[in-house]
């Protein structure tokens, strides 16, 4: 049976490819580096050949037809493929190693420890982005990623690195002011910072389960990072994780008054597309962060602590950098 790509041109199948991963003719010609023309007659010839319309010509944008839509999703699989084995193939340890992390997990557990991959890689150059938006990995140009959840993302590979755990952290000035806690309901008469909800999932994992409401916490944000600066400035309590904010504590600038934490179900994860596991920067990357993360014995601590019953939404669902 004859192949029927051999009676299709293979570069407008590239052309399409772009087009529709963009969504903009343009910006296919501009990625590509040929003309806006060009683009426009290697679709058309496509369409010829297909002999159906795969984009709807708008006047400020074009959309996916049906058919393109279905197109698209092939071809946007195989360049990916195609472009992981080239890669694979050609690329040496010298580069830009591209991850999007959150703020926390990025700026208080992975940053401190970056300077011995870099002197065990140093022709490797880290390029860390600290965001809670989702990133397309694919499509922007980013290698992997650190993130919260459960780590069953389609076409990624992903590996365990840090369980998710929050506990209540002060600083040493308010706890004075205070005059100290002596159990977990003394916190409800303290001004505390970060959501409601985790608030009473903690206060349900130290046992405090039918307490009288108090006046919401004064403050919340989308990362834990800035939430625990508010109680380093001893604005009041702030739930944060004891592994991200392991130097605080041991320094005395943040004190636990609790040994008690609320662990999720879920957690912290690398990942990164499956296509891309023998990219040698992305493999030298895993085995160090994974090496990392079994060596630190506060993860191992907190791993075997039994998760809550529900999910929680705090460090997964919501942002929690």
């Given at each position: 049976?004859?192949?029927?790509?051999?009676?299709?041109?293979?570069?407008?199948?590239?052309?399409?490819?772009?087009?529709?991963?963009?969504?903009?003719?343009?910006?296919?010609?501009?990625?590509?580096?040929?003309?806006?023309?060009?683009?426009?007659?290697?679709?058309?010839?496509?369409?010829?050949?297909?002999?159906?319309?795969?984009?709807?010509?708008?006047?400020?944008?074009?959309?996916?037809?049906?058919?393109?839509?279905?197109?698209?999703?092939?071809?946007?699989?195989?360049?990916?493929?195609?472009?992981?084995?080239?890669?694979?193939?050609?690329?040496?340890?010298?580069?830009?190693?591209?991850?999007?992390?959150?703020?926390?997990?990025?700026?208080?557990?992975?940053?401190?420890?970056?300077?011995?991959?870099?002197?065990?890689?140093?022709?490797?150059?880290?390029?860390?982005?600290?965001?809670?938006?989702?990133?397309?990995?694919?499509?922007?140009?980013?290698?992997?990623?650190?993130?919260?959840?459960?780590?069953?993302?389609?076409?990624?590979?992903?590996?365990?690195?840090?369980?998710?755990?929050?506990?209540?952290?002060?600083?040493?000035?308010?706890?004075?002011?205070?005059?100290?806690?002596?159990?977990?309901?003394?916190?409800?008469?303290?001004?505390?910072?970060?959501?409601?909800?985790?608030?009473?999932?903690?206060?349900?994992?130290a046992g405090v389960s039918d307490h009288p409401q108090r006046p919401a916490p004064r403050l919340a944000s989308d990362a834990q990072a800035l939430e625990?600066?508010?109680?380093?400035?001893?604005?009041?309590?702030?739930?944060?994780?004891?592994?991200?904010?392991?130097?605080?504590?041991?320094?005395?600038?943040?004190?636990?008054?609790?040994?008690?934490?609320?662990?999720?179900?879920?957690?912290?994860?690398?990942?990164?597309?499956?296509?891309?596991?023998?990219?040698?920067?992305?493999?030298?990357?895993?085995?160090?962060?994974?090496?990392?993360?079994?060596?630190?014995?506060?993860?191992?601590?907190?791993?075997?602590?039994?998760?809550?019953?529900?999910?929680a939404a705090s460090p997964l669902t919501r942002p929690a950098g």
């Amino acid at each position: 049976m004859a192949d029927i790509l051999a009676r299709l041109p293979l570069s407008a199948l590239r052309v399409f490819e772009a087009a529709a991963r963009l969504k903009s003719f343009t910006r296919a010609a501009d990625a590509l580096g040929v003309s806006q023309a060009a683009v426009s007659w290697q679709v058309k010839a496509l369409e010829r050949q297909l002999d159906q319309p795969l984009f709807h010509r708008l006047p400020r944008e074009v959309t996916l037809t049906p058919a393109g839509e279905r197109l698209s999703r092939a071809a946007t699989e195989a360049m990916s493929l195609l472009r992981a084995a080239v890669s694979d193939l050609v690329e040496t340890d010298e580069g830009v190693l591209s991850i999007t992390t959150l703020q926390s997990l990025g700026g208080q557990w992975l940053a401190p420890r970056l300077g011995g991959f870099q002197i065990a890689h140093p022709r490797i150059a880290v390029r860390l982005e600290a965001s809670s938006r989702v990133v397309d990995l694919a499509r922007e140009g980013v290698d992997m990623a650190m993130r919260g959840g459960h780590g069953n993302w389609p076409g990624m590979t992903s590996h365990f690195l840090v369980p998710a755990v929050q506990t209540p952290m002060v600083s040493p000035d308010l706890l004075a002011r205070v005059g100290g806690l002596e159990k977990p309901e003394d916190l409800l008469e303290i001004p505390r910072i970060g959501i409601a909800r985790e608030w009473d999932e903690w206060f349900q994992a130290a046992g405090v389960s039918d307490h009288p409401q108090r006046p919401a916490p004064r403050l919340a944000s989308d990362a834990q990072a800035l939430e625990v600066a508010s109680a380093l400035a001893s604005h009041g309590a702030a739930l944060g994780s004891p592994i991200f904010f392991a130097r605080e504590l041991a320094e005395g600038r943040l004190i636990m008054p609790f040994d008690v934490v609320a662990r999720y179900t879920g957690g912290y994860w690398l990942a990164y597309p499956s296509e891309r596991a023998r990219v040698r920067k992305i493999a030298a990357f895993r085995d160090w962060v994974l090496a990392q993360a079994a060596a630190d014995p506060l993860i191992a601590h907190y791993a075997a602590v039994a998760p809550l019953e529900r999910p929680a939404a705090s460090p997964l669902t919501r942002p929690a950098g």
